[in-house]
């Protein structure tokens, strides 16, 4: 049998999504969420290297859907910070990458004041997030403030006022957020990722009720697909042969999503489960 045909007969491998958020140099990083901007050149060189190119998720789901995915990596960057565009931007962009980073248009231009423990780090004002959807990155919605939508959605389905409150915030924190994202930058927001990648089909129905097109998570097991996509954390202490570990277990762990977006400005993807 020709390789072609065989490999159509293979199983595709699952979307391979790095999860980043802080690039900065810290020596306090007690959440493990920060990349020093040595490590972060060095993992995208270790990319390059191997004929992988880092893009945003909405351009891999897009590729996915048309079966062009192959040697396409999705970088994505949570929480927003500004240090994404001081530090991360250059670097992609010098290697011709790009990446979708989420933010919070409810702390714009304040600090990561959930976090209990570490140093205060800024996160982008609205000027930041134009600059780096100018830069050729997608701009994503992480909520509102970054809060707990399963605990908000455990709130909501209580009775009475406070009920219809939490229900009102968790309204907030999907649809209105979308919003407020769409007019800072005057461009449609397909993506969101899920506070602390928890979530449930009480959420992942929420974000597909306001309008998204694929949502991030972490590891979201049985609910796994476009609207909880499995993401890989990637930190300060991958080096080459660690994301080469990861790389060569993640289809192990992980399957590729049974449904992918159509091309932008086609219908939100259904429910999945």
Request: glycine share 10%; with cysteine.
């Amino acid at each position: 049998m020709p390789a072609v045909a065989l490999r159509r007969l293979l199983p595709k491998p699952p979307l391979w999504v790095a999860m980043y958020h802080s690039i900065a140099d810290s020596p306090d990083d007690p959440y493990q969420v920060t990349v020093s901007p040595v490590r972060f050149a060095r993992q995208l060189h270790w990319l390059g290297d191997r004929g992988l190119r880092g893009v945003s998720v909405r351009e891999l789901l897009a590729a996915a859907a048309e079966g062009r995915d192959r040697g396409l990596v999705g970088l994505t960057f949570d929480d927003g910070y500004a240090d994404f565009l001081e530090s991360a931007v250059p670097l992609l962009r010098r290697h011709g990458f790009t990446a979708t980073v989420y933010v919070l248009p409810g702390r714009l231009g304040g600090d990561n004041a959930w976090d209990e423990l570490g140093p205060r780090k800024p996160l982008l004002d609205e000027d930041g997030i134009r600059r780096a959807a100018a830069a050729g990155m997608e701009i994503g919605s992480h909520g509102l403030r970054h809060v707990d939508l399963v605990a908000l959605a455990d709130a909501a389905a209580g009775p009475g006022e406070a009920g219809a409150a939490a229900e009102a915030a968790l309204l907030a924190e999907t649809r209105h957020s979308r919003e407020l994202i769409e007019d800072i930058t005057g461009d449609p927001v397909d993506g969101f990722c899920y506070p602390y990648g928890k979530t449930d089909t009480r959420v992942v129905r929420a974000v597909r009720e306001a309008g998204y097109r694929y949502a991030c998570a972490i590891d979201p097991g049985p609910l796994s697909g476009v609207l909880a996509l499995p993401r890989v954390h990637v930190g300060e202490a991958d080096t080459s042969w660690r994301l080469t570990a990861k790389r060569l277990l993640h289809p192990l762990r992980r399957r590729r999503p049974a449904g992918l977006v159509p091309a932008q400005g086609g219908p939100a993807p259904a429910l999945l489960s």
